[in-house]
T-cell receptor
Framework: GAGVSQSPSNKVTEKGKDVELRCDPISGHTALYWYRQSLGQGLEFLIYFQGNSAPDKSGLPSDRFSAERTGGSVSTLTIQRTQQEDSAVYLC?????????????FGPGTRLLVL | GNSVTQMEGPVTLSEEAFLTINCTYTATGYPSLFWYVQYPGEGLQLLLKATKADDKGSNKGFEATYRKETTSFHLEKGSVQVSDSAVYFCALVSGTYKYIFGTGTRLKVLA
């Protein structure tokens, strides 16, 4: 079946502008994750959604970052007042039920460049 | 805390050479271990995984064995191809859903 999809694939924006990144998880997966892949820093966890539970936002780097998941499916990651250090690849993943140690399946990512 | 350490790249090999990419970990509890691969311009793809000690994960000619005594999960392939050129990430998850990734190892295979 279809995998995790993300849009846009690339985004170039000016410092101070807001951006929205979209993620469509695998159909039927109840858990959704956002990660950030920065140059030379590997991947870091940002946020986790599971069903109707309150999201785990512990990885969000600042209050400029927020995410929502509507209807238990599509998720949007919003970065307000972008800074150059926000430039990175933002990866979305989904898994079946969000249980501990469950395999996560990743999308192709959105490459964000803040000028 | 939990962590993953991978050998630094880039690793450059000739086609048909033997590949080893080292991965060691520190974790509490009983982690599951993963290798993900990222081909140029693409997202992460699960390559293989192992969920308990002495398990061997394998896929596409790649193998890795979960060694609890040495806290390692080294990736191996007997004969690499140009198409294996990619970045390889070792990852663990232990008692939670938050994956811990290594920094990645870039592999370049020359024809």
């Amino acid at each position: 079946g279809a995998g995790v999809s993300q849009s846009p694939s690339n985004k170039v924006t000016e410092k101070g502008k807001d951006v929205e990144l979209r993620c469509d998880p695998i159909s039927g997966h109840t858990a959704l994750y956002w990660y950030r892949q920065s140059l030379g820093q590997g991947l870091e966890f940002l946020i986790y959604f599971q069903g109707n539970s309150a999201p785990d936002k512990s990885g969000l780097p600042s209050d400029r970052f927020s995410a929502e998941r509507t209807g238990g499916s599509v998720s949007t990651l919003t970065i307000q007042r972008t800074q150059q250090e926000d430039s990175a690849v933002y990866l979305c993943a989904s898994s079946d039920r969000g249980r501990a140690q469950e395999t996560q399946y990743f999308g192709p990512g959105t490459r964000l460049l803040v000028l | 805390g939990n962590s993953v350490t991978q050998m630094e790249g880039p690793v450059t090999l000739s086609e048909e050479a033997f590949l080893t990419i080292n991965c060691t970990y520190t974790a509490t509890g009983y982690p599951s271990l993963f290798w993900y691969v990222q081909y140029p311009g693409e997202g992460l793809q699960l390559l293989l995984k192992a969920t308990k000690a002495d398990d061997k994960g394998s896929n596409k000619g790649f193998e890795a064995t979960y060694r609890k005594e040495t806290t390692s999960f080294h990736l191996e392939k007997g004969s690499v191809q140009v198409s294996d050129s990619a970045v390889y990430f070792c990852a663990l998850v232990s008692g939670t859903y938050k994956y811990i990734f290594g920094t990645g190892t870039r592999l370049k295979v020359l024809a």
